[in-house]
């Protein structure tokens, strides 16, 4: 997929695929082709893996996934107009903006997930931390936002330093003004599901999901969800609403490839199917009162049974360290072969796709082949875990790629080195 998006500056609707740029303005069906120049500091395959859009009333922008660097679109070319670096700090950020700054709020970096606020400064081309007032949200990245004129929505999202990714599912607004956060309930349980699996497509004009016939508008201003249904809604693999207008990548089966079009947005869209409340409310003072009461109560006795759980987890796992210690590790070839990987792809980190090759003996089905590429990583983990002395949950970094956050990959923890494994060279 190529980057979409619209242009507020240039009026335009934009595919950008590499060093090619098609513009359309709006109301036309007439498409402008460009080359764009790249210099030496900036490739197309670069700008497509480590980048993503964001756009002003006065700019378009490529911003650094993770936060930092941040070139402008200017004429055929792409120009860097910060003083900052790769920060890699913000994976998986909720990239926005206000009163035309570039903001990001939320993510994860070393090995460690952030609630911060960060914004852009032209003038001295560098990003600072916004101080924020109120009770702080959870940390979390992966989120879903939605803005309206003031306020922006934070719903969901992952916490990536514990095992596992846990959905997060309390729905909090930030008040761009002052800076202010509030906890406001949670996202509407019937628009759930949409969230959770869908395909998301922020922008400030609009804020939509899309989950197989369903197409969802979520209005941050008075707080409701409008729901379309059509079957065509299936194929969509890129949306960018406008204005009366929309940009629309879809797939055709026949044909095997993405195409996009221009569309009228209520053509497209069809009649409203059904309205939700985008939040259900919180409970009132007296009703949390006898609800913390009870989950006072329900919480001693888990602690206690907690206690003694992890007591005998910690023995058993000491017992199985000394173990693992006393003894040479024995490694396979298959897991030398992922470490090596690992070892070579540095801090860039491998797609997990990458790592398909090791397992798809047999030509096995996808679910078959994911199947066994995860119980041989947790396995692995767990060996890293017990001769490093390394938490398991600290063994591996996870992110999301940021031209596709479907797209998942893996990091090895820097402190786990060849030679401190004992592997010896032509081994490894």
């Not at 792409?78 to 009163?99: E, M, P, T, W």
């Not at 059509?230 to 009366?244: E, H, K, L, M």
């Not at 079009?261 to 053509?267: A, C, H, K, P, Y």
């Not at 398909?356 to 199947?371: A, E, M, Q, V």
Request: hydrophobic share 40%.
């Amino acid at each position: 997929m190529p980057f979409l998006f619209y242009s507020t500056v240039r009026e335009s609707f934009v595919i950008w695929d590499g060093d090619t740029v098609y513009t359309a303005k709006k109301n036309t069906n007439t498409w402008t082709k460009r080359v764009i120049h790249y210099s030496e500091a900036m490739s197309a395959e670069e700008l497509k893996e480590q980048y993503f859009p964001m756009n002003t009333s006065k700019a378009d922008y490529f911003v650094m996934g993770g936060c930092g660097k941040v070139w402008q679109w200017m004429g055929d070319s792409l120009v860097r107009i910060d003083h900052s670096f790769a920060h890699k700090n913000q994976f998986g950020s909720c990239a926005y903006v206000f009163h035309d700054t570039l903001m990001m709020t939320g993510g994860y970096g070393f090995f460690q997930t952030k609630n911060i606020t960060t914004s852009f400064d032209q003038s001295a081309g560098g990003w600072f931390l916004r101080k924020t007032k109120g009770p702080m949200p959870p940390d979390r990245c992966n989120s879903y936002y939605f803005q309206g004129k003031e306020d922006i929505y934070f719903w969901g999202g992952e916490v990536r330093n514990t095992l596992g990714e846990d959905t997060l599912h309390s729905l909090w607004k930030l008040h761009l003004p002052s800076y202010t956060w509030q906890a406001v309930g949670v996202i509407h349980p019937d628009i759930q599901l949409p969230l959770i699996r869908g395909k998301f497509y922020p922008s400030s004009a609009g804020n939509w999901v899309q989950l197989g016939s369903r197409m969802l508008r979520f209005d941050a201003n008075a707080l409701r969800v409008e729901e379309y249904q059509a079957d065509r809604f299936y194929d969509v693999q890129g949306f960018v609403a406008a204005g009366d207008e929309a940009m629309i990548a879809m797939f055709h089966h026949d044909a095997s490839g993405i195409f996009v079009r221009l569309s009228n947005l209520t053509q497209f869209l069809g009649p409203i199917k059904k309205q939700h409340p985008m939040i259900m409310r919180i409970p009132e003072a007296h009703e949390q009162t006898w609800a913390v009461v009870g989950m006072l109560c329900y919480g001693w006795m888990i602690g206690v049974l907690g206690y003694y759980w992890v007591l005998v987890r910690r023995r058993k796992r000491l017992e199985k360290a000394i173990e693992a210690r006393e003894e040479d590790v024995l490694w396979s070839e298959l897991e030398l072969a992922i470490l090596a990987q690992f070892w070579t792809a540095g801090m860039d980190g491998i797609e997990v796709s990458e790592m398909n090759h090791h397992f798809n003996h047999g030509d096995p089905n996808f679910d078959t082949l994911k199947k066994r590429r995860e119980l041989k990583l947790k396995e692995l983990r767990k060996k890293l875990s017990l001769h490093t002395g390394i938490s398991e949950a600290e063994i591996y970094q996870e992110e999301r790629l940021t031209s596709d956050r479907r797209v998942k990959k893996i990091v090895l923890n820097p402190a786990i080195k060849r030679e401190k494994l004992g592997i010896p060279v032509s081994r490894a």
